[in-house]
């Protein structure tokens, strides 16, 4: 869980929703199910006697258009100080292990765009992009709206 907090710390500049109330105890809790579910994984990686980073998977569909599986990527945190040295790597690998022994043929994964370091390791892994979620606030887009109400007649029908 002290891999999570960090890992919580880092993502918080990049965050526009709030975490929600109970989030910590909610992810312990995943965290013990996943150690439960055949389709899932939870993976520390250790030097010497102390944990130095972690990660987990899922079996998921990652497409409404199709049935394959693939294994979610996701939790990954290194320590700081073991940054470079392949421990994400290493842990993508045994994910990507996991994957195929459950049929799936892809991993994926989701990182804030602003995670320039992440992006990075990913990319040197052969991540690729696929989607790009984009988020505006509500007031600014219906601001940027006002303007065009005046030049053209829009109606919207709620169907």
Request: charged fraction near 25%; glycine fraction near 6%; aromatic fraction near 6%.
């Amino acid at each position: 869980m002290e891999f999570f907090r960090q890992l919580d710390r880092l993502q918080a500049p990049w965050r526009v929703f709030p975490p929600r109330a109970g989030l910590s105890e909610e992810m312990e809790g995943r965290y013990v199910a996943i150690l439960r579910d055949r389709d899932a994984i939870l993976l520390m990686a250790e030097e010497g006697a102390g944990p130095i980073g972690m990660a987990a998977g899922h079996v998921h569909k990652p497409s409404s258009m199709s049935e394959d599986l693939a294994v979610e990527l996701s939790s990954v945190f290194v320590l700081p100080s073991h940054r470079g040295r392949g421990v994400a790597r290493a842990l993508a690998a045994q994910v990507a292990t996991f994957a195929r022994a459950r049929g799936a043929h892809r991993v994926t994964l989701k990182t804030f765009a602003q995670n320039e370091e992440a992006l990075a390791a990913w990319d040197r892994m052969g991540f690729i992009p696929r989607t790009i979620q984009m988020t505006a606030p509500v007031d600014a887009l219906v601001a940027s709206v006002t303007p065009l109400r005046e030049r053209l007649s829009v109606e919207v029908q709620k169907r």
